[in-house]
Every structure is written in C-alpha cells, then in structure tokens.
C-alpha cells in the first residue's frame, strides 16, 4: 500500500482524496497557492506546502515545483483528482520519471483519448458506435465546409484537443458554419493551445449519459453502470443522477460492454468515464473518454457502495480489484447537485467574495463534498463550485423529495449562489419526469430563472428600526442610555441577546 501521497489539487476533490488516505492509512501532502492559505484542504493533510501564487500557472499547473515538495517530502504516489493536470499526459509521465506512483491511466491512454479526432478512430476500430461526423488532420475550412454537406445540419463543431463544453458551436445551416468554425478555433486555442477542430452531426433532444469504468494493472476492466448527465447549461453539467430514468437494462448492458471496450483499446488502468449521447430512439454515441475521476463520482459510489478513490489508489499501489463485473449491482437512486456561487439572473457569473456562513445538510442519505466553509473567499482565480450535495434514497421520487429538503436546509450567506436555480429545476415537470435533454435548460431557460424574491417584512421592519435609532440619536433622546457603556439600548449596532 501506498505510503504519502501528494495532492496536486485544490477544494472539495482535494478533500475527499484525503478522506480516503486517511482511511488507507496513507499520509497526505497538500499543495496550495498564496490565496488558499485558508483553505480547508490545506487545514486537513497531513501537511501541507505553499505552490506558488496565486495564478493557476504559477501553482497548481506548475509542475516543476508540485514533484519538488513531492520529492522534498519523500512522498511515493501523486492524485490529480480532476481539473487542472489531471488529464495532462506529460504530467503523468513526469511523476513517473521522478520516481513516483501516478495514481491515474497510464499516460499514453491519457495522450489517446486526449485528442477527440483520435479517440474516435480508435472507438471505430474497437466497433464502438460514434457519431457521424468528418474529421481529417490540417483539414482547411474549405474541406470542413464540403465535409458539413455529407454530415448534415445541425452539426456541432468541436475541439478537438479538450473537452468540458469549450471550443464547442452548434451550427444550424452551411451560412453559419464559417464564423462557427473561427469561433471554435479561437476557443479551442485560448483553452488548450490547439486550434485543431473536427465536425460532428447533432443529435437533437439528445441524453448525456456516461458509464463509469474501473481497471486494474492484470487486464481486468469493469464497469460500476451509468449516470444521467443531460441536465446541464451550455455543455456544463448541473444535476446528475443514476440510475438514468432513460436508461432500459438491454441499454444498460450495451453500453457497459462499449464503455468496457473503449477501456481496453486504449489500455485503460484505474478510474475512467466514457460519454455517450443517446437519441430520442435509443441509439448510443461515444462522445469521448474523460480518463480521470469525475465530479459525480459520489452519485455511482452510493448506489453501489464501492469507494472510487480508495480504489484508486489501491489500483495504483499495484492491487486487482477485489470484484467481478457480476459481484456489482445498483441499488436505490442518487443526486448530485453542483452548488455554485454564481449568479443564475445575471448571465450565471462568478459571485466572488466571502462565504460569511456555510450550513450544511445532514441526516440519512445526505452527503455534502466540499472545500469551502464559513469564512473562506471565493476568488477570481478558481472555479466558483462550492460544494457537491449528494442525497441517496431507495426510489427516485424519493430522492428527488431529499433533494429539495436538502437544499432548503442549506445556507450560504456572503454571496450569490445557485440554491434558487436548483429549486426551480428540481421542481420541473420535465424533470420530475426524467425528460430531461442536454437542450432542456438552454431552450426554457427564462422560466427556468428563479423569480426575484419579495423583500421581507422584517427587513422592512428592521431597516425602519434602523432609521428610527439615528433618529432618536440625533436628537438626544437616548442621551442616558447611549451614555451608559453597559446599556444595550443605547447601541443600535446590532446587538442581539446571547451574541
């Protein structure tokens, strides 16, 4: 087993692999930029060690100075998590270079899979279904405008070195294309330094689903079944759940035999996700590989009561996995909802500042995965995600009714979040009855928007008392009492019995 591990990640999934460690017996070493001094993954390790500053280049991204604490500190395994270097091939060839255990696909899996032009070469030839679509190294834009014709409109131009919804455009007839593809590539540039786009047909009213896989090092390859990823906004997820309400046991199979076969052309090790999209008939696409843990993770992990990172780094460390593929079975139903601080009436833009409260939910079923708590500042510098609630319960409706109980016990004050937005969502015929498609909130999303709440009478009440008290102050009134140190009548300044 594993001996010290570092975390070259920041928040919740930095959390949650120290819980895990912890668990192992394995000792953690945080890594943490100027501005994350604060944070509570820093506060959790084992010890923790300033990166760099605050820009993500100079700290998390840097890789350099993440194997020298590594090797400073004598630790043997480096976790990625997701996000930042976590799909990033000369990472992981760089920790194994310098010795250590990289807890993650081997990175020649992660270069395969990395370049979606690639991956769906190499999906066809292991007869994995994939969508439609034109895709040609150096291809110019007069090819892509010629090969448009063959695919058929609508078609989405997709980047094709990244992923996470960017370097995307959805183009309904041959007059957008070319702004379409410009657009693209100047997306795909900025994000992930390749200009380089191919062309997919798309799928209307079409279902996100993705299947979770797990490998070991002794060719061993599972699948832990599906989740429901098609609640999301502009290709970002927002909801995701599993069992799929979409999702038949013939579906179930197939697409765990494809996701287990896309694993192994690759020579997949550890925890992976295959995307599919499924069409209104029921037929499955790959989209491509996310060759890492995912956000919601949590969800798979309740309803079929394995542990993903501990099996990570058990995998890693050089063990089988303990089942087969007919020792895993779902039980009950799971939601995840991603608690952002962002504000959904105003474009969904980053709500920075500082989180003055943080409540969480308790109680059966409930899970909350987070790397923030009262008093820490959301910043410009990272993605604005609070925290993760999870809620488990034996039905759907059922989970769906723990969900908004959930939510309503949740609070954050100190700055704008999307709670409301959740609510209204959750709420939704469409989502109540499992209808949801990746375009769902995109095209409702005006009424989709939370109303804006009445002032409360007890604000109006208190900013009235507030008034009244600089009232009264300004003309002597209270001279006595505000005269006496120990009166609290004579300070309007929000005193409060037992502060």
């Not at 944070?39 to 993440?66: C, K, R, T, W």
């Not at 000369?90 to 270069?111: E, M, N, S, T, Y």
């Not at 370097?167 to 390749?194: C, H």
């Not at 604005?384 to 999870?390: E, G, N, S």
């Amino acid at each position: 087993m594993l001996k010290k591990c570092l975390i070259a990640n920041r928040g919740e999934i930095a959390v949650r692999i120290i819980h895990a460690c912890r668990e192992l017996g394995i000792r953690t070493v945080a890594i943490y930029s100027e501005v994350d001094a604060p944070a509570l993954h820093v506060q959790y390790a084992d010890e923790a060690h300033l990166i760099g500053p605050a820009a993500p280049q100079q700290s998390y991204l840097n890789i350099e100075a993440i194997l020298t604490v590594a090797r400073s500190v004598q630790c043997d395994s480096v976790h990625p998590g997701y996000g930042f270097l976590s799909e990033n091939a000369a990472f992981a060839q760089a920790v194994l270079d310098a010795g250590l255990i990289w807890i993650g696909p081997p990175p020649d899996a992660i270069r395969q899979m990395g370049v979606k032009t690639q991956a769906r070469a190499l999906m066809q030839q292991a007869g994995v279904p994939v969508v439609p679509g034109f895709q040609q190294e150096g291809a110019t834009i007069d090819e892509l405008i010629a090969a448009a014709e063959q695919v058929g409109y609508p078609l989405m131009v997709k980047a094709a070195g990244g992923g996470g919804g960017k370097g995307i455009r959805i183009v309904q007839d041959a007059a957008s294309l070319p702004d379409a593809i410009a657009g693209a590539q100047n997306e795909a540039s900025k994000a992930f330094g390749d200009a380089r786009v191919f062309l997919e047909r798309y799928i209307e009213h079409g279902r996100h689903i993705e299947i979770q896989v797990l490998a070991d090092q002794y060719g061993q390859t599972v699948h832990l079944f599906e989740r429901e990823c098609s609640t999301q906004r502009r290709h970002q997820k927002i909801i995701e759940e599993t069992p799929s309400p979409a999702v038949t046991e013939p579906m179930r199979q197939q697409m765990g035999q494809a996701a287990v076969a896309a694993a192994q052309a690759v020579g997949y090790v550890n925890a992976g996700t295959v995307e599919f999209i499924v069409t209104p008939e029921g037929d499955f696409y790959f989209l491509e590989m996310n060759t890492r843990l995912q956000v919601e993770h949590p969800i798979t992990e309740m309803v079929t009561g394995v542990d993903l990172v501990q099996l990570q780094l058990r995998v890693a460390a050089g063990e089988a996995l303990p089942f087969t593929q007919d020792d895993l079975s779902q039980q009950g139903h799971a939601i995840e909802c991603r608690l952002y601080a962002e504000d959904a009436r105003n474009g969904f833009l980053p709500a920075i500042g500082t989180v003055a409260r943080f409540v969480v939910p308790s109680g059966p079923g409930v899970r909350v995965d987070r790397g923030i708590q009262s008093g820490d500042a959301i910043t410009i510098h990272y993605d604005p995600m609070i925290a993760k609630l999870i809620v488990y319960a034996q039905s759907r409706d059922a989970a769906i009714q723990r969900m908004q109980a959930a939510l309503k016990e949740t609070v954050i004050l100190g700055t704008t979040t999307n709670i409301d937005f959740l609510q209204v969502l959750l709420a939704h015929p469409a989502f109540i009855g499992g209808e949801v498609t990746t375009r769902f909130v995109d095209d409702n999303l005006k009424s989709l928007l939370p109303p804006i709440p009445d002032l409360p009478d007890l604000a109006a009440i208190a900013a009235a008392l507030s008034e009244t008290s600089s009232v009264v102050a300004q003309h002597g009134v209270t001279q006595d009492a505000m005269s006496d140190p120990y009166s609290p009548w004579g300070r309007p300044d929000g005193f409060r019995i037992g502060e």
